[in-house]
């Protein structure tokens, strides 16, 4: 007989990408989520989901940063693992980053409001499945 007796509702963000397989089987039911992070193999077919906004699985090994006001990337930023980055504000791709750049440093973005960057990086930006919901 299962233990489902975890419910997790109400919640701006929720992050279970580190959950164990034995972890997820605790969990009954998710709602009324803005934002739910799960691994791209983690199996969460037994889980009630219900009236989440947002869903973003990220791949083995990538990090998710959320970033909130005026947020701009360069070349000089240090980025020891790929990560899943969600800007909420205005974003600025500074001119020296290039379109490498953000394949090999950037698993995904979710940009909330608005975009500022040169046209060089927006096959990179498409490449990579970035959203902007705004500008």
Known sequence: MENRNTVIRDIAIVDITGASAEKLAQIKSISGVALLLLGQDQDVSGIDIKDVASLI????????????????????????????????????IAPDVTSEMIKSRYAGMMINGVAICSRSVN?????????????
């Open 123 to 135: 096959d990179a930006l498409t490449a990579i499945g970035a959203n902007v919901n705004g500008k």
């Open 57 to 92: 699985r990220l791949p083995g090994g990538v990090k998710f940063k959320s970033a909130n006001g005026v947020t701009t990337i360069s070349a000089a930023d240090e980025c020891e693992d790929k990560v899943y980055l969600m800007a909420n504000g205005v974003l600025t």
